[in-house]
């Protein structure tokens, strides 16, 4: 009720394209074989945030506002993120998606896998017909999202500081497309060039913040809420922040170095992983100063994000990626 005309007619355009873009994800992501049409479509129906393409539609109406580039645009990447949820979930064993069994369960791996690929191939194609500038930013960034994941699954090399390498794979696997989601939506809304390095920086450190954001999320004891299991990513033996800071912290504190062992003894087997005994190591951790400390570091990072905005214009889309960033730093789910 307080929000000036332009904002409510920024609102009002965004909300009239989130529509749009899903309206057409349906479409997209149709295939004429049975099997590849319900695989294809079932996190997409699972839901989400919509992210991606709420922040291509802001920075888009920097420039010419809700156009079919755009829209295409929005679902390209949309669907490439989609794509990357397949495949993450066979790699990290994941059990549970979006509130819903994980596709690999449902399908088994190679199915699961296969339609990762099929829509990888669909935003390839969308992104095609954007013309060879959307193709490379498309390739780049894919070629970043599995360099992410690979150096997730090796781990830091001899002598690398697992703080650094763990920021760089967010970096790769979360803050790259969310970089791409704000340049495109300045590319292909023609507006100016050069409000595109500074998307690009809000999206790549508002990206890493969403993600440290999520290691938080990760021990929350509401699943219905987060639709994940409390501790998913430490049964799979992931070191997100809070347990990297743990480590650091362990090697001078003894309670900080049993609550390592407790949770590594159960962390990888699925059964051990189920007990109380684990659950209970994974509320001590929720509880830990390590924790705070991640958020923390998550608030740092929007802040970064949101200083790369200054040379924006002043008015509504400013504020709008301004609110966005807080919340995307602030959420609980």
Same mark, same amino acid.
């Given at each position: 009720?307080?929000?000036?005309?332009?904002?409510?007619?920024?609102?009002?355009?965004?909300?009239?394209?989130?529509?749009?873009?899903?309206?057409?994800?349906?479409?997209?992501?149709?295939?004429?074989?049975?099997?590849?049409?319900?695989?294809?479509?079932?996190?997409?129906?699972?839901?989400?945030?919509?992210?991606?393409?709420?922040?291509?539609?802001?920075?888009?109406?920097?420039?010419?506002?809700?156009?079919?580039?755009?829209?295409?645009?929005?679902?390209?990447?949309?669907?490439?993120?989609?794509?990357?949820?397949?495949?993450?979930?066979?790699?990290?064993?994941?059990?549970?998606?979006?509130?819903?069994?994980?596709?690999?369960?449902?399908?088994?791996?190679?199915?699961?896998?296969?339609?990762?690929?099929?829509?990888?191939?669909?935003?390839?194609?969308?992104?095609?017909?954007?013309?060879?500038?959307?193709?490379?930013?498309?390739?780049?960034?894919?070629?970043?999202?599995?360099?992410?994941?690979?150096?997730?699954?090796?781990?830091?090399?001899?002598?690398?500081?697992?703080?650094?390498?763990?920021?760089?794979?967010?970096?790769?696997?979360?803050?790259?497309?969310?970089?791409?989601?704000?340049?495109?939506?300045?590319?292909?809304?023609?507006?100016?060039?050069?409000?595109?390095? =500074?998307? &690009?920086?809000?999206? !790549?450190? $508002?990206?890493?913040?969403?993600? #440290?954001? %999520?290691?938080?999320?990760?021990?929350?004891?509401?699943?219905?809420?987060?639709?994940?299991?409390?501790?998913?990513?430490?049964?799979?033996?992931?070191?997100?922040?809070?347990?990297?800071?743990?480590?650091?912290?362990?090697?001078?504190?003894?309670?900080?170095?049993?609550?390592?062992?407790?949770?590594?003894?159960?962390?990888?087997?699925?059964?051990?992983?189920?007990?109380?005994?684990?659950?209970?190591?994974?509320?001590?951790?929720?509880?830990?100063?390590?924790?705070?400390?991640?958020?923390?570091? =998550?608030? &740092?990072?929007?802040? !970064?994000? $949101?200083?790369?905005?200054?040379? #924006?214009? %002043?008015?509504?889309?400013?504020?709008?990626?301004?609110?966005?960033?807080?919340?995307?730093?602030?959420?609980?789910?």
């Amino acid at each position: 009720m307080m929000m000036s005309p332009s904002m409510r007619r920024l609102v009002a355009s965004i909300d009239e394209g989130l529509v749009e873009i899903e309206r057409q994800l349906v479409s997209d992501l149709a295939f004429t074989d049975s099997v590849a049409d319900a695989a294809g479509r079932y996190l997409l129906e699972a839901g989400g945030k919509r992210v991606r393409p709420m922040l291509i539609l802001l920075a888009a109406q920097l420039g010419d506002g809700n156009t079919q580039e755009v829209y295409d645009a929005a679902k390209a990447i949309e669907i490439t993120h989609l794509a990357s949820l397949y495949h993450d979930d066979v790699m990290d064993h994941a059990d549970r998606r979006r509130g819903v069994p994980s596709a690999h369960t449902v399908w088994g791996n190679s199915v699961a896998i296969l339609t990762g690929d099929l829509l990888f191939a669909r935003a390839s194609t969308l992104m095609a017909g954007l013309g060879e500038r959307a193709i490379t930013l498309q390739a780049s960034t894919f070629e970043r999202l599995v360099l992410g994941q690979l150096h997730e699954t090796v781990g830091p090399q001899d002598g690398e500081d697992e703080e650094q390498h763990y920021i760089q794979v967010l970096a790769d696997k979360t803050g790259s497309l969310i970089s791409t989601s704000a340049r495109a939506g300045a590319l292909f809304s023609h507006a100016a060039e050069e409000y595109e390095d =500074a998307l &690009r920086e809000f999206g !790549e450190k $508002i990206g890493v913040a969403f993600q #440290l954001v %999520d290691d938080v999320i990760d021990l929350s004891p509401q699943p219905e809420q987060t639709g994940k299991v409390p501790g998913t990513d430490l049964r799979q033996g992931v070191a997100t922040l809070p347990m990297i800071y743990l480590r650091q912290q362990a090697v001078t504190d003894a309670a900080a170095a049993d609550l390592v062992r407790r949770i590594d003894a159960d962390a990888g087997d699925p059964a051990a992983a189920a007990s109380d005994s684990f659950l209970s190591a994974v509320a001590e951790l929720r509880a830990h100063p390590v924790t705070q400390r991640t958020r923390d570091e =998550a608030k &740092r990072w929007a802040a !970064e994000a $949101i200083a790369a905005l200054d040379v #924006l214009p %002043d008015g509504p889309v400013r504020e709008a990626l301004v609110q966005f960033g807080n919340r995307l730093a602030d959420r609980d789910r």
